[in-house]
């Protein structure tokens, strides 16, 4: 215990007053310098009313922090992939996941006026006159030399091949990624062959967004990696008490969601074991469990796996498995869900995705890079797609439907991954990626990536102002935004 603590405590035992545990719990968690000062006063104030026993209640109210019930915590899960998980065999289920995504990503751009003008890549190839005619599809070959780039788009009639010339129209060619879908204004060519005259993205609408018509606060968390020697075990702690402190931006918190990589896991990376304090995936789990615990059960809480939790490595991944740990199923207030994942938080859309993808789109993608994820969220967002490269370091499975498209806009896109907490604005849409509670680890440093762990992400849900909190005791290691 505190010495300030046991003084104040030892103050009003003097004076005969009896104190309730969890009148106690909150004392703990009061700033020391102010305890002496409530104690007294409290003391002062009761004695006066012959009562002595100092409640919650009490404490509660001398500080202002009584809970507010009128805070809504309601928790909608819309999509998660858990349940919907049929994995294909072979060509077949990769020639289905490839259809449902083309099918998904033209009934999303046929919201544009030009759709009406839309032709199939076997029509296409008869037309002989040079009115404007447009082509969509999944990017196969990007290829540029001597000042030209080739485009091979597939659909399911076929495929087609065009030429960009302009420069402009080339820097945009250039950070298509294979397997993308893109719609294009073509024209026919003067020798033979076609050009494309302009490249147009599904992209997203800039929409009003939806809004929590109470107060709740929400924070953002990703990439713990409990179990590794690395994971911030003192600052998380630290942290995870802050929540029921007194603090009156804690005392709005009702939701807590956490964006994949919650343990370190076991066999991710060879000689994984020597950088490991828990060396099995139960024993870790149930860390999370214990840490889970100590925060108040009117905040809901939500798991998502990343790619060091256990169930499935390739993308969509469903939750993590009852059979590792029944107690995280178990919690009225948790929820386990699967990669990636749509929650209404109050109304509040949050799409969640732990952000494998960006390994891959930042190595092919010139003006990419790891120091700037929510950059590689506004190209997934213009994409429409979670993660549109295949058969790269991201394993994606082949599944009857994609469900990776980004069908519904969210008011919140939530990713980690890269380890770098960043925030930004697209389209009246937040991008928030979470960052990490995991100090660099000796890979990391190898290849220079430099995390900015242990900040909170907190957001009001009601006016989307942010704040956050930060545990790093490194003065460089800031919020980016
Ligand atoms: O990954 C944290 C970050 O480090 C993420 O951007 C990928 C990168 N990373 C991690 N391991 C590797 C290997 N083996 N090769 C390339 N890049 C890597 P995390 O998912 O937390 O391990
Ligand atoms: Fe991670
Ligand atoms: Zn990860």
Redesign the pocket.
């Known amino acids: 215990m505190k010495k300030e603590l046991s003084l104040a405590l030892n103050y009003a035992l003097n004076k005969g007053f009896q104190i309730h545990p969890d009148a106690f719990k909150i004392l703990e968690n009061v700033d020391v310098k102010k305890l002496e000062k409530i104690i007294k006063e409290i003391v002062r104030e009761k004695t006066k009313q012959k009562l002595f026993h100092i409640s919650q209640d009490d404490l509660e109210t001398y500080l202002g922090i009584k809970e507010d019930l009128t805070l809504q915590n309601e928790v909608k899960i819309i999509s998660e992939p858990t349940n919907k998980i049929t994995s294909g065999e072979g060509v077949k289920g990769y020639n289905a996941l490839f259809s449902s995504r083309f099918n998904k990503l033209k009934r999303i751009i046929s919201d544009r006026p030009e759709s009406r003008l839309l032709k199939s890549a076997a029509v296409v190839k008869s037309i002989k006159n040079d009115d404007d005619v447009y082509v969509c599809g999944l990017v196969s070959v990007r290829n540029t030399e001597r000042n030209i780039t080739k485009l091979v788009l597939e659909d399911p009639s076929g495929s087609f091949e065009g030429i960009v010339f302009d420069n402009e129209l080339q820097k945009i060619a250039g950070t298509l990624l294979i397997d993308q879908f893109v719609m294009a204004r073509i024209g026919l060519a003067k020798n033979s062959g076609y050009i494309i005259k302009d490249l147009i993205l599904p992209d997203v609408p800039e929409q009003a967004k939806n809004k929590s018509e109470t107060e709740a606060y929400a924070i953002f968390l990703s990439?713990l990696?409990i179990g590794s020697k690395y994971f911030m075990e003192d600052e998380f702690t630290e942290f995870v008490s802050w929540i029921s402190s007194p603090d009156p931006i804690a005392r709005k918190i009702r939701f807590v969601l956490i964006c994949g990589?919650v343990i370190d896991g076991v066999g991710?990376?060879p000689n994984q074991n020597k950088e490991l304090i828990c060396l099995t995936i139960q024993e870790q789990l149930k860390k999370v469990e214990d840490l889970i615990d100590k925060i108040p059960k009117n905040i809901k809480i939500i798991i998502m796996p990343?790619?060091?939790d256990p169930g499935r490595r390739a993308l969509p991944q469903p939750a993590i498995p009852k059979k590792y740990n029944l107690g995280l199923w178990d919690r009225e207030n948790v929820m386990m869900v699967g990669n990636p994942a749509v929650v209404s938080l109050n109304g509040v859309r949050v799409m969640m995705f732990h952000g494998q993808s960006?390994?891959d789109i930042v190595k092919t993608t010139p003006g990419l890079s790891?120091d700037k994820p929510t950059d590689v969220m506004k190209h997934l967002l213009r994409a429409r797609h979670l993660s549109p490269i295949y058969g790269s370091q991201t394993p994606i499975a082949p599944e009857m439907e994609d469900l990776l498209v980004i069908e519904d806009v969210p008011d919140i896109f939530h990713v980690g991954?890269?380890?770098r907490a960043e925030l930004a604005m697209y389209k009246g849409i937040l991008l928030v990626n979470s960052g990490s509670w995991q100090k660099q680890t000796p890979?990391?440093a190898s290849?220079g990536?430099i995390p900015n762990p242990g900040i909170a992400i907190i957001v009001n849900l009601k006016t989307f102002q942010v704040f956050h909190e930060n545990y790093s005791s490194n003065s460089n290691n800031i919020l980016q935004s």
């Open positions: 990439d990696h990589d991710i990376y990343g790619n060091h960006i390994d790891y991954h890269v380890h890979f990391q290849v990536m």
